[in-house]
């Protein structure tokens, strides 16, 4: 078996291009990084929304909006558990996310600029929700701002090489 003859394996008796066998391989690889990814932020998402966070006020704990905002319900369209999820998907998928407080709700940025600064509190601005873009201008300390310390875990998942389909070498099974 010669470069030629692998070649001439491309093509298919009508002479088209034969790369249904690639294909497949790369659809089948994304689908299956695609479900290990969902499945490890299902996991980590569920993990911390089981959790109980704890309210404090003066040092004694308190079951007031904040406790029920993390517990049960951050605003009137998102249960708990889906907005931990949120959370952590866009932690891994963008490296970071930004959770702001409007009218004793939280809400999860979908866009956001971020300025840094080194001797008073990092300033957010064009903040938007749900493709609404907010006027505020909010500060570290009326935020909550998550970053992942690998923002890399992305590029890392897909340069990783799983398995194909395909029966090496593919060419000689159209044969």
Same mark, same amino acid.
């Given at each position: 078996? =010669?470069?030629?003859?692998?070649?001439?394996? @491309?093509? &298919?008796?009508?002479?088209?291009? +034969? @790369?249904?066998?690639?294909?497949?391989?790369? *659809?089948?690889?994304?689908?299956?990084?695609?479900?290990?990814?969902?499945? +490890? /932020?299902?996991?980590?998402?569920?993990?911390?929304?089981?959790?109980?966070?704890?309210?404090?006020?003066?040092?004694?704990?308190?079951? #007031?909006? &904040?406790?029920? @905002?993390?517990?049960?319900? *951050? =605003?009137? =369209? %998102? $249960?708990?558990?889906?907005?931990?999820?949120?959370?952590? +998907?866009?932690?891994?998928? #963008?490296?970071?996310?930004?959770?702001?407080?409007?009218?004793?709700?939280?809400?999860? *940025?979908?866009?956001? =600029?971020?300025?840094?600064?080194?001797?008073?509190?990092? /300033?957010?601005?064009?903040?938007?929700?749900?493709?609404?873009?907010?006027?505020?201008?909010?500060?570290? +300390?009326?935020?909550?701002?998550?970053?992942?310390?690998? !923002?890399?875990? #992305?590029?890392?998942?897909?340069?990783? &090489? !799983?398995?194909? %389909?395909?029966?090496? $070498?593919?060419?000689?099974?159209? #044969?």
């Amino acid at each position: 078996m =010669n470069l030629i003859d692998w070649f001439r394996g @491309l093509f &298919n008796k009508d002479g088209t291009l +034969s @790369l249904d066998c690639y294909i497949g391989s790369v *659809a089948g690889s994304v689908f299956y990084k695609e479900l290990a990814l969902q499945s +490890s /932020i299902n996991l980590i998402a569920n993990s911390i929304a089981r959790s109980e966070f704890l309210t404090y006020e003066k040092g004694k704990e308190v079951r #007031k909006n &904040n406790h029920y @905002l993390l517990n049960v319900e *951050a =605003n009137q =369209n %998102t $249960p708990a558990s889906i907005f931990w999820r949120d959370v952590v +998907s866009n932690i891994i998928y #963008k490296g970071k996310c930004l959770v702001v407080m409007q009218g004793d709700m939280l809400y999860i *940025a979908d866009d956001f =600029n971020r300025k840094e600064l080194a001797f008073v509190e990092n /300033i957010y601005t064009d903040v938007v929700i749900k493709n609404y873009k907010l006027k505020d201008t909010f500060t570290e +300390s009326k935020v909550l701002y998550f970053e992942w310390n690998n !923002p890399e875990l #992305k590029k890392i998942i897909d340069v990783l &090489n !799983p398995r194909t %389909t395909c029966t090496w $070498p593919w060419w000689w099974m159209s #044969k």
